[in-house]
Every structure is written in C-alpha cells, then in structure tokens.
C-alpha cells in the first residue's frame, strides 16, 4: 500500500470526543477516498474528493466532516464521536484512467478506531 | 439495497486446486469491475479488473469473468496456494463515478 499514508493508526475515543484522521499520498492522484469497513459489511464510502477543492457524500456520510487541504491530503473528522462509529477507517486516492482501460484505488493501511 | 453482492461469506479449498469466488451486481450501470484483496490489519490491493467491453481477463494464476446478462462475475484463482488465503472484495463502478461500489468480500482459506 506504497503511497498513502493514514495517521494515526489506532486510536480510542470517549463518546462525544473530536478527532481527525489524517491521509496523504505522494503518486499526484487527484481523486482521495474515506471508507469504513464493519464486519459483514464490506468497505462503505463515507465522503469523497474527485480533485482539490471539491467533497461529496458518498454512502454513510453523517457524523462525519472532510476537507480536501490540497491535492495530496484528505482528512476525515469526527466532531461528537459514537460508539456507532467504532470501525476501521481506509483511506484511498485513484488516478482516474481513461473509460475502459485501468482505473485503480490504492488504499492506505487502516485506521483502527474504537469509541467507548 | 446492496448493489454488489457476494453470497459467499467463506470458501475453503485444498492446495492447488481451484478457486472461485462469485459476485453479482444489480447495477446494470456498472461498467468497469474489481477484485481487491485483504489481508488481516491491511489495506485492501488491487488484484485484477474487467471492463464491461470482455468476458474475460486473466493475469497468472487470476481469471476474471463477466457475464453481463446474467449481472454476474467470477474470479478464479488457479492453482490455489495458501498465501491466497485472504479476504476478496468485489467492486463495480459505473463510467464517469467517483463512487466504488464494494461487496462484503469472501474469505478464502487455502488448506495446505
């Protein structure tokens, strides 16, 4: 998972806290990705940035705030975190391909979050 | 309502045989689709991808196939090792989204 990098990795929060997880990644991609992964669920999108300056909501938004600082950071920001909120965060970035050619995501290591 | 879906919570298979891991769509949108990979307390890796235009693409030991009719594809793995064992995700996306669309993965154990 070469090129983007999440911070921090494990973190435990108390109901109603605030934190920031941090995500950058050094291959130019303009697009970036927040995804939480619970058990038997998959990877949800949470919010997204196609290129700097833009955010939107992807799947499971509420609770949660982003900011796109500049091409290569995207962070995600619990403002009253929830124990509904407890999960594994990824973050990810793609370099959008031409339509059928490769288009990948790579996705940073995790971000392990427990709120109590 | 799930848009991708893998039936399959778990798939276990002996060395060197094959595996194969299913998933249906019901984005009839979707045009570009692919596997990732996961590791325990990793992130997922890209693994192969098909877009809508061929039924079929293949890299080493990894197949994929498209079905477009039925809304299914299928990933084969062969042969089977046991580094191999790891989560599969399945993921659609539709030309000009932002938005991967993933399936709740399999686990796939490769007995040695």
């Known amino acids: 998972n070469a090129g983007v990098t999440q911070t921090p990795k494990f973190q435990v929060l108390k109901t109603g806290q605030s934190m920031t997880l941090q995500c950058a990644q050094d291959?130019?991609?303009?697009?970036m990705y927040w995804y939480r992964q619970d058990p038997g669920m998959g990877l949800r999108l949470i919010y997204y940035?196609?290129?700097?300056?833009?955010?939107d909501k992807g799947e499971v938004p509420n609770g949660y705030n982003v900011s796109r600082l500049n091409k290569r950071e995207f962070s995600l920001r619990l403002e009253s975190a929830a124990p509904s909120q407890t999960s594994v965060y990824f973050c990810?970035?793609?370099?959008?391909?031409?339509?059928?050619?490769?288009?990948?995501?790579?996705f940073g290591e995790g971000s392990w979050l427990t709120v109590v | 309502d799930q848009q991708v879906k893998q039936n399959s919570p778990s798939l276990s298979v002996q060395e060197g045989r094959i595996s194969i891991l299913n998933c249906d769509y019901t984005?009839?949108?979707?045009?570009?689709f692919l596997w990732y990979k996961k590791y325990p307390a990793e992130g997922p890796t890209f693994l192969i991808s098909?877009?809508?235009?061929?039924d079929k693409n293949e890299d080493g030991r990894f197949t994929v196939f498209l079905n477009k009719s039925a809304k299914h594809l299928s990933l084969h793995i062969v042969p089977s090792q046991p580094g191999d064992s790891a989560v599969y995700f399945c993921?659609?996306?539709?030309?000009?989204?932002?938005?991967?669309?993933f399936g709740k993965g399999t686990k796939l154990t490769v007995n040695p």
């Open positions: 990810a970035s793609r370099k959008p391909g031409q339509r059928y050619s490769g288009n990948t995501i790579y």
């Open positions: 291959m130019n991609h303009n697009s």
């Open positions: 940035s196609a290129s700097e300056g833009t955010t």
């Open positions: 984005n009839s949108m979707f045009d570009y």
């Open positions: 098909i877009s809508s235009i061929k």
């Open positions: 993921a659609a996306i539709q030309g000009g989204s932002e938005k991967l669309v």
